[in-house]
């Protein structure tokens, strides 16, 4: 498969630089998913870039494996690990693709503005589906462009052909809802910040 990890190893830095766009909806969301995470869990975030959102919520659970696919942003992570270690969390590099495997035993997977950014987002949320246990949950926030800059789409593979943005899969919410509830699950709760209608943030569990 093809993976366009030079964007995000050539931004690594910069990325880590930038402060969160709007710190109230990411405490938000945390929040939401610190409520649902306890201290038994196996849990796997993809895309987890800089490490930053792992290494809040790891210290809340049993294991909590971190993935991403762009060697730099690993790179950054790691040297935030060592600073402030954490022993039930491990980041490798990896594409989320190669990682997800069907073997029923995660208790919540996590993916922070990432979804849109994969190969084939339909086939990643059946994945993620197949790889949690029952009653499991999926925390995603997603930037679902397609909403309120359908434009986008027209300038998207022109910025990715000059390496000014990633790969980008253009899609309403709605879509993105039927994604998951075709994969199985069921939205337990959904929200989208008064002041940025392109992020979508979901909490879907498997029955
Ligand atoms: C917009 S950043 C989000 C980083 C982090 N989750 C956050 O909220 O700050 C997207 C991240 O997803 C990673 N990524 C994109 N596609 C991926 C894939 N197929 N497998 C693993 N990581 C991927 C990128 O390398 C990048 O670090």
């Not at 405490?27 to 987890?48: A, N, S």
Request: aromatic share 12%; with cysteine; charged share 20%.
């Amino acid at each position: 498969m093809n993976y366009s990890t030079g964007f995000w190893n050539r931004i690594a830095k910069r990325y880590a630089k930038k402060p969160v766009a709007d710190e109230t909806s990411y405490q938000f969301k945390l929040d939401c998913i610190r409520e649902r995470l306890t201290p038994e869990m196996k849990v796997l975030e993809f895309g987890c870039g800089t490490g930053s959102t792992a290494l809040l919520l790891a210290p809340l659970v049993n294991d909590y494996q971190a993935i991403d696919f762009s060697s730099a942003m690993l790179a950054i992570a790691e040297q935030k690990l060592a600073e402030c270690p954490c022993p039930q969390l491990h980041f490798s590099q990896t594409p989320v693709e190669a990682y997800l495997h069907e073997k029923n035993d995660l208790d919540a997977v996590i993916g922070m503005s990432v979804l849109h950014l994969l190969n084939d987002p339909e086939s990643a949320i059946q994945h993620v589906f197949n790889s949690l246990k029952s009653g499991g949950y999926f925390f995603s926030s997603t930037a679902c462009i397609e909403e309120s800059m359908s434009w986008f789409k027209y300038i998207a593979p022109l910025g990715g052909a000059l390496g000014l943005l990633p790969k980008l899969h253009i899609f309403t919410q709605q879509k993105l809802q039927s994604y998951l509830t075709d994969a199985g699950f069921v939205i337990e709760y959904k929200w989208v910040a008064h002041n940025n209608k392109i992020s979508c943030f979901i909490v879907a569990t498997k029955p």
